[in-house]
T-cell receptor, first 113, second 109 residues
Framework: NAGVTQTPKFQVLKTGQSMTLQCAQD?????MYWYRQDPGMGLRLIYY???????DKGEVPNGYNVSRLNKREFSLRLESAAPSQTSVYFC????????????FGDGTRLSIL | AQRVTQPEKLLSVFKGAPVELKCNYS??????LFWYVQYSRQRLQLLLR??SRESIKGFTADLNKGETSFHLKKPFAQEEDSAMYYC???????????FGTGTQLKVEL
């Protein structure tokens, strides 16, 4: 039981390149999330999917797109990477709503030159 | 506005000393709050949630609605407590978490 799996773990891109970060969970959770973690900023929500077939913007969605491919998988795409998107990206999933805990992946460290 | 404030970026204490990590929130409804912890080179994980009123690894947190606070406390810090701690508030009708900016706890020998 792997929980939440993110790929890749590390990536270096050049400005303007595109990239898709993959996330999969094996806990049959309904909700999935993408965050970015920056020093002094904490975790900020980029996009989330409260259920299969739905996606919604979070706090910092500009420059990103997402796809909830099925109940297990939720991908994050950078169409034209910018240095400001250099960050650590975390995917998370949650069974339901309210006071359920979110389960996090190991993160993807992304550098854009 | 829904907001979580963790005023300290870094908190340094000696082993055996008491620890208090501060968290204040702004929320119009009945709040649901969590503490998450991220140890070095590990994934973020749930530490405790206010609704459970539990003690995990010696840590407790009490919701104070009058002061809109959810401070994390431990009477005697251990070296293994060194980590980044995040306070989080349930928002978005229960679908989202709003995180604070985090406090790095360093326990010195």
């Amino acid at each position: 039981n792997a929980g939440v799996t993110q790929t890749p773990k590390f990536q270096v891109l050049k400005t303007g390149q595109s990239m898709t970060l993959q996330c999969a969970q094996d806990m049959n959770h309904n909700s999935m999330y993408w965050y970015r973690q920056d020093p002094g900023m904490g975790l900020r929500l980029i996009y989330y999917s409260a259920s299969e077939g739905t996606t919604d913007k979070g706090e910092v969605p500009n420059g990103y797109n997402v796809s909830r491919l099925n109940k297990r998988e939720f991908s994050l795409r950078l169409e034209s990477a910018a240095p400001s998107q250099t960050s650590v990206y975390f995917c998370a999933s949650m069974r339901g709503t309210g006071n359920q805990p979110q389960h996090f992946g190991d993160g993807t460290r992304l550098s854009i030159l | 506005a829904q907001r979580v404030t963790q005023p300290e970026k870094l908190l340094s204490v000696f082993k055996g000393a008491p620890v208090e990590l501060k968290c204040n929130y702004s929320y119009s409804g009945s709040p649901e709050l969590f503490w998450y912890v991220q140890y070095s080179r590990q994934r973020l994980q749930l530490l405790l949630r206010h609704i459970s009123r539990e003690s995990i690894k010696g840590f407790t947190a009490d919701l104070n609605k009058g002061e809109t606070s959810f401070h994390l406390k431990k009477p005697f810090a251990q070296e293994e407590d060194s980590a980044m701690y995040y306070c989080a508030l349930v928002t978005g009708g229960g679908n989202k978490l709003t995180f604070g900016t985090g406090t790095q706890l360093k326990v010195e020998l």
